[in-house]
């Protein structure tokens, strides 16, 4: 039999290493389809004998500058960022290949509170992530050339083929209706559209008066086939009931990414939408109960999570008649956002005016990642906000909270934002009230040169803004304790503002060193960020929180790097003092692995 051992040893080694051996975690590589050039990606399971496999890199556009607004269709600056997709069931190695350069000088991996740590080497960049996660690496700054990482949660849920209620797409390139990129498929009740990994399809979905509809999969609904000046939204919910939105990304769209108009259980999860065409924004509420929006990774050019009332800017106000036009109960938890031209989070600028407006209610945003709020320089400032309430066309805003925001980068813009007022671009009066906004620990870990005062301002003593709370926010490590120190202006008219700190403003834990993964041999970094009063001193330990028995030598800043590493596991937490308080962090677990 050695002849055909000797053959088949051949035919093996022919055959292209990712047909032979791909991973059930590498997601199929589409044809036809050009990948980014500057990026080589690939991963592993982490402590793995096997190879790196290589994961395709898309190339997806984004705005790269935008400075006037109300956007007409002219041209605008774009660029394309890349977008690697795959499952990560376990720990994984991610080792990324800059290809354009010859050395790397530095490497952001954003949330910083996934407390990444990158290894530099040449012009290569590896990484370990502990499971499903999304993350933008950043290489000398480059923040329109980055690269997305989107490691998804293997799907376990996924439908039979022959369910006559299932439109399945596999992997490849399809339209969804037709012959070209701008078919509209609509999907009735009980209907699931399913996008399966490595699947690239294209045009838009919609339904009306639908219930139990459901788009989800690990695949990409892609609308750059649409012309600008279509309007066309890619995803469409107009008065259905049990709406599920899950695990795919969006990317082209020309207009609104999402429309749900007085959807009643709508959950949208896991969504990714990376997106740079005009009036983009991601994920855009028009009336609707009972909300749950989590997980989510969105960077557009226009707004990223948005809750208005009856829109008569995308309906005609008769299409609102005898339609519910309020929203009530939503919650936003676990999301990162990235808007290169307008807010992150926005409540209240829309809603029928003719009938009296809407009421706005019940929303919370808490754990949110926002990685740029770049807004246009317009309007004294109207545009601005990472967290923006604007009520507009007689709505009425109340019990909104913000919770856990950690805003990363502000190119240009404020962090707040309140005001009752007739928006001239789009509303036709002012909003009537905004009432009981809390924000608690919010922090913005910098400052910007094109920073703008943050507002909160009325219309007219007819139109109140009260009640807002600042509970525990910081800027740069000192407590928002008044307007000046929270660079707030505020208007007249406003009232009962109050600003929570600590008792004598000793210290608090705003953000605590994450868990991370490094190789063994490596050195951790580890960072905390705490607010309070005056000079804020730091002591690392090496063990469980609260145990000072083993005090690290230069571990005094708020950033510490360990000695190199080769146990298994390591735990470290730092303590924070000022005059009037101590506190301490919680235990970071530094995990190794061997290469």
Same mark, same amino acid.
């Given at each position: 039999?050695?002849?055909?051992?000797?053959?088949?040893?051949?035919?093996?080694?022919?055959?292209?290493?990712?047909?032979?051996?791909?991973?059930?975690?590498?997601?199929?590589?589409?044809?036809?389809?050009?990948?980014?050039?500057?990026?080589?990606?690939?991963?592993?399971?982490?402590?793995?004998? @096997?190879?790196?496999?290589?994961?395709?890199?898309?190339?997806?556009?984004?705005?790269?500058? @935008?400075?006037?607004?109300?956007?007409?269709?002219?041209?605008?600056?774009? $660029?394309?960022?890349?977008?690697?997709?795959?499952?990560?069931?376990?720990?994984?190695?991610?080792?990324?290949?800059?290809?354009?350069?010859?050395?790397?000088?530095?490497?952001?991996?954003?949330?910083?509170?996934?407390?990444?740590?990158?290894?530099?080497?040449?012009?290569?960049?590896?990484?370990?992530?502990?499971?499903?996660?999304?993350?933008?690496?950043?290489?000398?700054?480059?923040?329109?050339?980055?690269?997305?990482?989107?490691?998804?949660?293997?799907?376990?849920?996924?439908?039979?083929?022959?369910?006559?209620?299932?439109?399945?797409?596999?992997?490849?390139?399809?339209?969804?209706?037709?012959?070209?990129?701008?078919?509209?498929?609509?999907?009735?009740?009980?209907?699931?559209?399913?996008?399966?990994?490595?699947?690239?399809?294209?045009?838009?979905?919609?339904?009306?008066?639908?219930?139990?509809?459901?788009?989800?999969?690990?695949?990409?609904?892609?609308?750059?086939?649409?012309?600008?000046?279509?309007?066309?939204?890619?995803?469409?919910?107009?008065?259905?009931?049990?709406?599920?939105?899950?695990?795919?990304?969006?990317?082209?769209?020309?207009?609104?990414?999402?429309?749900?108009?007085?959807?009643?259980?709508?959950?949208? @999860?896991?969504?990714?939408?990376?997106?740079? @065409?005009?009036?983009?924004?991601?994920?855009?509420?028009?009336?609707?109960?009972?909300?749950?929006?989590?997980?989510?990774?969105?960077?557009?050019?226009?707004?990223?999570?948005?809750?208005?009332?009856?829109?008569?800017?995308?309906?005609?106000?008769?299409?609102?008649?005898?339609?519910?036009?309020?929203?009530?109960?939503?919650?936003?938890?676990?999301?990162?956002?990235?808007?290169?031209?307008?807010?992150?989070?926005?409540?209240?600028?829309?809603?029928?005016?003719?009938?009296?407006?809407?009421?706005?209610?019940?929303?919370?945003?808490?754990?949110?990642?926002?990685?740029?709020?770049?807004?246009?320089?317009?309007? $004294?400032?109207?545009?601005?906000?990472?967290?923006?309430?604007?009520?507009?066309?007689?709505?009425?805003?109340?019990?909104?909270?913000?919770?856990?925001?950690?805003?990363?980068?502000?190119?240009?813009?404020?962090?707040?934002?309140?005001?009752?007022?007739?928006?001239?671009?789009?509303?036709?009066?002012?909003?009537?009230?905004?009432?009981?906004?809390?924000?608690?620990?919010?922090?913005?870990?910098?400052?910007?040169?094109?920073?703008?005062?943050?507002?909160?301002?009325?219309?007219?003593?007819?139109?109140?803004?009260?009640?807002?709370?600042?509970?525990?926010?910081?800027?740069?490590?000192?407590?928002?304790?008044?307007?000046?120190?929270?660079?707030?202006?505020?208007?007249?008219?406003?009232?009962?503002?109050?600003?929570?700190?600590?008792?004598?403003?000793?210290?608090?834990?705003?953000?605590?060193?994450?868990?991370?993964?490094?190789?063994?041999?490596?050195?951790?970094?580890?960072?905390?960020?705490?607010?309070?009063?005056?000079?804020?001193?730091?002591?690392?330990?090496?063990?469980?929180?609260?145990?000072?028995?083993?005090?690290?030598?230069?571990?005094?800043?708020?950033?510490?790097?360990?000695?190199?590493?080769?146990?298994?596991?390591?735990?470290?937490?730092?303590?924070?003092?000022?005059?009037?308080?101590?506190?301490?962090?919680?235990?970071?677990?530094?995990?190794?692995?061997?290469?």
């Amino acid at each position: 039999h050695e002849p055909l051992t000797k053959c088949l040893s051949i035919f093996f080694l022919l055959i292209p290493y990712n047909l032979f051996s791909q991973s059930s975690w590498n997601y199929p590589i589409p044809s036809g389809i050009t990948p980014h050039p500057d990026y080589i990606v690939e991963a592993r399971i982490a402590g793995s004998k @096997r190879p790196f496999e290589s994961i395709y890199t898309y190339s997806m556009q984004v705005c790269k500058n @935008r400075d006037s607004w109300p956007g007409d269709y002219r041209p605008w600056d774009y $660029d394309h960022t890349a977008v690697s997709l795959f499952d990560a069931p376990d720990t994984m190695e991610i080792r990324v290949t800059k290809t354009n350069v010859s050395s790397i000088n530095k490497v952001d991996i954003r949330p910083f509170s996934k407390g990444i740590t990158p290894y530099i080497s040449g012009n290569s960049v590896s990484f370990f992530i502990a499971g499903p996660t999304k993350l933008s690496v950043e290489i000398d700054n480059e923040m329109y050339r980055n690269l997305n990482i989107i490691a998804n949660s293997p799907d376990i849920n996924i439908p039979s083929k022959t369910d006559t209620n299932v439109i399945w797409f596999d992997a490849g390139v399809h339209n969804i209706v037709g012959n070209n990129g701008t078919g509209k498929l609509e999907l009735k009740t009980n209907k699931t559209l399913y996008l399966a990994p490595g699947a690239i399809v294209k045009g838009a979905v919609f339904a009306k008066n639908a219930e139990n509809v459901t788009i989800r999969g690990r695949g990409i609904l892609n609308a750059i086939d649409f012309a600008d000046n279509s309007y066309q939204w890619t995803i469409e919910a107009w008065r259905c009931k049990d709406f599920l939105l899950e695990g795919i990304l969006v990317t082209g769209s020309p207009d609104n990414t999402t429309v749900f108009s007085s959807c009643k259980n709508l959950i949208v @999860r896991d969504f990714k939408v990376i997106n740079g @065409r005009h009036w983009d924004d991601a994920i855009h509420i028009n009336a609707g109960k009972n909300i749950l929006i989590e997980d989510c990774y969105t960077r557009t050019a226009d707004d990223n999570i948005v809750f208005y009332g009856g829109n008569c800017v995308n309906y005609n106000a008769s299409n609102w008649i005898g339609v519910d036009q309020h929203v009530d109960s939503a919650f936003v938890r676990n999301c990162i956002t990235w808007s290169d031209v307008a807010h992150p989070m926005l409540i209240g600028t829309h809603g029928v005016y003719a009938t009296g407006g809407s009421t706005l209610k019940n929303i919370i945003f808490k754990n949110i990642d926002v990685l740029e709020h770049r807004a246009p320089l317009h309007k $004294d400032a109207l545009y601005h906000g990472v967290m923006s309430i604007t009520a507009n066309d007689g709505n009425i805003v109340k019990n909104i909270l913000f919770e856990d925001i950690r805003v990363e980068r502000m190119t240009q813009g404020h962090i707040f934002h309140i005001q009752t007022n007739t928006n001239t671009d789009y509303s036709s009066g002012p909003g009537e009230l905004a009432d009981s906004i809390s924000f608690k620990r919010v922090s913005w870990m910098g400052r910007s040169k094109l920073e703008t005062p943050s507002a909160i301002k009325t219309e007219s003593s007819s139109h109140p803004v009260k009640n807002i709370i600042f509970d525990h926010c910081q800027i740069n490590s000192s407590w928002i304790k008044d307007a000046t120190s929270g660079n707030l202006q505020i208007g007249t008219g406003v009232e009962n503002i109050k600003f929570i700190v600590p008792l004598n403003e000793g210290p608090i834990v705003m953000i605590n060193p994450a868990n991370t993964i490094i190789k063994s041999g490596s050195r951790a970094k580890l960072k905390v960020v705490a607010a309070g009063k005056g000079n804020l001193h730091y002591q690392w330990y090496d063990g469980e929180s609260g145990d000072t028995s083993k005090p690290v030598l230069q571990g005094n800043n708020p950033e510490f790097t360990s000695p190199a590493m080769k146990a298994k596991f390591k735990k470290y937490w730092v303590k924070i003092s000022n005059d009037t308080g101590t506190v301490a962090s919680k235990t970071a677990i530094v995990t190794t692995f061997s290469k």
